[in-house]
């Protein structure tokens, strides 16, 4: 039924594996890419981002063409394509947000972090992005904090400078 490479079970852990075979066995057969979100769900929970690669081996295991996994893994900001530090800001950047400060609020996490959207801080503990609607426009400016994607809404400078020293506090912790 599916089909995977020797040298690609070499890339995903045998635990990672199994988890695959459970939620596949979930859908009627022939009906496998159904998986597909949940697979790339574990990929990405595992090693915090979304590589070529791992893109190729979820297509392969699933015996599509690896462009049906490109697409959706470009269609969704939550999939991350490139590496992100440990923490990942999502910050709305639609009207009704910026009508009342995420312009600011961009502009000041850039400094307070020193990174543009999209990179990594030298300690490797952020990254922060410019998104779509986030489906919280009452509460603008509103940004959510992934891995676990918290909401946190009417958002000022100091909020974000809490947040952000919270986060430290916590990865130092751990």
Same mark, same amino acid.
């Given at each position: 039924?599916?089909? +995977?490479?020797?040298?690609?079970?070499?890339?995903?852990?045998?635990?990672?594996?199994?988890?695959?075979?459970? #939620?596949? *066995?979930?859908?009627?057969?022939?009906?496998?890419? *159904?998986?597909? @979100?949940?697979?790339?769900?574990?990929?990405?929970? &595992?090693?915090?981002?979304? *590589?070529?690669e791992s893109m190729d081996? +979820? /297509? =392969?295991?699933?015996?599509?063409?690896? +462009?049906?996994?490109?697409?959706? =893994?470009?269609? !969704?900001?939550?999939?991350?394509?490139?590496?992100?530090?440990? !923490?990942?800001?999502?910050?709305?950047?639609?009207g009704p947000c910026c @009508?009342?400060?995420?312009?600011?609020?961009?502009?000041? +996490?850039?400094?307070?972090?020193?990174?543009?959207?999209?990179?990594?801080?030298?300690?490797?503990?952020?990254?922060?992005?410019?998104? &779509?609607?986030?489906? =919280?426009?009452?509460g603008g400016p509103v940004?959510? #904090?992934?891995?676990?994607?918290?909401?946190?809404?009417?958002?000022?400078?100091?909020?974000?400078? /809490?947040?952000?020293?919270?986060?430290?506090?916590?990865?130092?912790? *751990?």
């Open positions: 039924m599916l089909n +995977i490479k020797e040298n690609q079970q070499q890339e995903f852990s045998e635990e990672l594996l199994k988890k695959f075979a459970e #939620i596949v *066995s979930r859908y009627p057969e022939g009906k496998q890419k *159904s998986a597909l @979100l949940p697979l790339m769900h574990l990929v990405q929970a &595992e090693r915090g981002w979304m *590589s070529t081996q +979820i /297509a =392969a295991y699933l015996n599509l063409e690896p +462009i049906e996994v490109y697409e959706v =893994a470009t269609f !969704y900001t939550m999939f991350h394509l490139q590496p992100v530090g440990k !923490y990942v800001l999502d910050v709305c950047k639609t @009508l009342v400060g995420a312009e600011d609020l961009m502009r000041h +996490i850039e400094d307070t972090l020193g990174v543009k959207a999209g990179e990594v801080t030298d300690d490797g503990l952020f990254t922060w992005r410019k998104v &779509e609607c986030i489906a =919280a426009c009452g940004l959510q #904090i992934g891995p676990e994607y918290t909401y946190y809404e009417n958002l000022t400078k100091e909020k974000v400078d /809490a947040l952000i020293n919270e986060l430290r506090t916590k990865a130092n912790k *751990s």
